[in-house]
């Protein structure tokens, strides 16, 4: 996604992962990225360290 980066700085609380090979469905990402990626929301969403 070319805009994400950008619209992250746009957002009070936003936060940026790029995921090689995923969209927006996630089921393109890579295995190997699944638990970086589910860490990374779990903290975003909890506020609990990554």
């Known amino acids: 996604m070319r805009n994400g980066e950008p619209l992250t700085r746009l ?4 936060s940026y992962l790029s995921v090689p090979h995923g969209d ?3 089921g393109n990402a890579r295995p ?3 638990p970086h990626l589910s860490d990374h929301l779990t903290h975003t969403l909890t506020g609990t360290p990554a």
């Open 24 to 26: 927006h469905l996630l």
């Open 11 to 14: 957002a009070p609380h936003g």
């Open 32 to 34: 190997d990225w699944l």
